[in-house]
């Protein structure tokens, strides 16, 4: 199930996604860099489509023609949490650094 970079709400995979479709919960463009599943911010271009001609803002609608959206869902309202827990995963792993003793 795909869900919305922005706000995280589930998308219909069987929506069909032109140039000015937005997300139907928080308004955000969904055919945006961000919604795409060849987009990654490490790959160059910031895109792992070799052919994808650069795109100045990555959260906005654009004219690719290589779009397709990320069945992952891997959605920006969840980045935070992911952080969270792998912070948390860190601070089992190693403890939670201590505060200094006030002596």
């Given at each position: 199930?795909s869900?919305?970079h922005?706000?995280?709400s589930?998308?219909?995979?069987?929506?069909?996604?032109v140039?000015?479709?937005s997300?139907?919960s928080?308004?955000r463009?969904l055919h945006?860099?961000?919604?795409?599943?060849f987009?990654?911010r490490h790959?160059?271009?910031?895109?792992?489509?070799?052919?994808?001609e650069?795109v100045?803002?990555?959260?906005?609608?654009?004219?690719?023609?290589?779009?397709?959206?990320n069945p992952?869902?891997t959605?920006?309202?969840?980045?935070?949490?992911r952080?969270k827990?792998?912070?948390?995963?860190?601070?089992?792993l190693?403890?939670?650094p201590?505060e200094?003793?006030?002596?």
């Amino acid at each position: 199930m795909s869900a919305c970079h922005f706000c995280g709400s589930a998308i219909d995979p069987k929506m069909r996604i032109v140039r000015d479709t937005s997300c139907p919960s928080c308004g955000r463009d969904l055919h945006a860099c961000v919604q795409c599943r060849f987009y990654d911010r490490h790959a160059h271009n910031q895109c792992r489509e070799p052919n994808a001609e650069w795109v100045t803002d990555r959260e906005r609608r654009n004219f690719c023609d290589y779009f397709s959206l990320n069945p992952a869902g891997t959605a920006g309202a969840k980045a935070v949490d992911r952080a969270k827990a792998a912070r948390s995963k860190l601070d089992q792993l190693f403890g939670n650094p201590k505060e200094p003793d006030s002596e």
